[in-house]
């Protein structure tokens, strides 16, 4: 998945399976905050029971841009057995 703010409403998520593009998001937000919680993928923690991701998530990273559509296919192409 990756957050876009300068991209136009519908378009500032996208969302990637196996390096192909799978949907684009609407987000108001055109930026992402700074804060000092912790980061949490695959669940979302609440105060009751947390809710958890229901599949596989493989190489989770964190960039500080956003990244285009071809790196994240060379990303994804350069983790794969030959």
């Known amino acids: 998945m990756v957050f876009d703010g300068s ?15 799978d949907g684009e998001f609407a987000l ?3 930026t992402v905050l700074e804060f000092e ?4 993928v695959g669940c979302l923690p609440l105060s009751g029971p947390a809710q958890e ?9 964190l960039w500080t841009r956003a990244l285009s559509a071809d790196e994240v296919l060379t990303l994804y192409a350069g983790t794969q057995p030959l």
């Not at 991209?7 to 593009?21: A, E, F």
């Not at 919680?37 to 949490?40: A, E, Q, T, V």
């Open 7 to 21: 991209l136009p409403l519908g378009q500032r998520v996208r969302l990637y399976v196996n390096g192909t593009p």
């Open 37 to 40: 919680s912790p980061l949490y």
């Open 53 to 61: 991701f229901a599949g596989k998530i493989d190489k989770a990273a």
């Open 28 to 30: 108001a937000a055109t």
